[in-house]
């Protein structure tokens, strides 16, 4: 049963990382998890845990445990990587490139399908596999090919012209390595991953003991 | 004024994108901030943006803005990046050398002094200047160089081992871009950067629009 609660962001940043754990579990061929075990396993309180998958579905009767099986399915469902996401990456350089190497992606469904750029010395190359197109063919090659997700590793001037192009080509969800922020409309979502960001939270945790963990 | 109130993870979160938007606007030469005008550019509310300043310091008076400097100095006191920090990168992969090649991090005093691996290929190469050293030579390193920081960008069958090196050798803090959580003792922070969840959590907003946003 799918319950339509408001859910807050720590709660789906905690629901992606059991479903990282699940999935380990899963590969390790158990069939069978405690509330006490995960949580262990994971530093999390397992009344938390319960008080989380209460959120999201019905699972099993108190006491038993849960169904490694079935809680990768409904986490897998309610955070939508049940079905495969087709995605792009715009700027070929080092860490578009270092995201296409990295398989990890697509054994969940996400798939890299091209990485664009303007640079002509990489269009035509191939990282990975998957082609470097000149950024001329961007909105032909989502609309074709079914893309929803577009990341962008681009320098931060051209961030928001790159990314009024793939709302325009209509894309879903854009994945944001710029250390800018970007103006999207209300229907395309936006995920940051701000390396100084995180790079200043470590520092502020380092300096100061007074962090309240939520 | 220091003051000692228990401060939570979201809150840093917004502190260092503050720091961010306030280090932009210092480079434009604009000198006085109003909570209103810093609240449009970052899409948060004035009110929340007055308590957040108010939780961390004083600054000058109500209805005259905020001095651009002051706050740059008090909010990166805060997060603990007024002072530098020495890093080193365990793992020159594809991730690692992308990391070394990103001069953001040492123009916020972030520097990275050596990377560390263990393939011969690698070792005794440069990248943006920067050696790659035999991880052998871990250890020595970071007590001569006044490390703090490692940042572990390996496999995931080998980061509990780094980690446990790391820890020995007296780093204090670690950023952690591997796939799986690691175990530090209580004086050792980390940050993760796990794409897998950032990726899912694009999924999820893409697919629901329950999001509470904290």
Known sequence: MQKHKIISNTTIKRLTKYYRYI??????????????????????????IRQDFNAIGEFGRQGHGYCIKSLKEVIGKFLGIDKSHNMIVIGAGNLGQTLANYSGFAEVGFQIKALFDINPKLIGMKINNIDIIDLDHLKSFIQDNDIDIGIL????????????????AGIKGIWNFSTIDIDVPQHVKVENVNFSNSLFTLSYLMKDKYLKKD
């Open 153 to 168: 590793c681009v320098r931060k001037h051209c961030v928001q012209e790159m990314t009024d192009i793939l709302i325009d």
């Open 23 to 48: 999935e380990e579990l899963d590969s390790n061929d158990i069939s069978m998890v405690s509330s006490h075990t995960l949580g262990k396993l994971m530093n999390i309180s397992p009344s938390l």
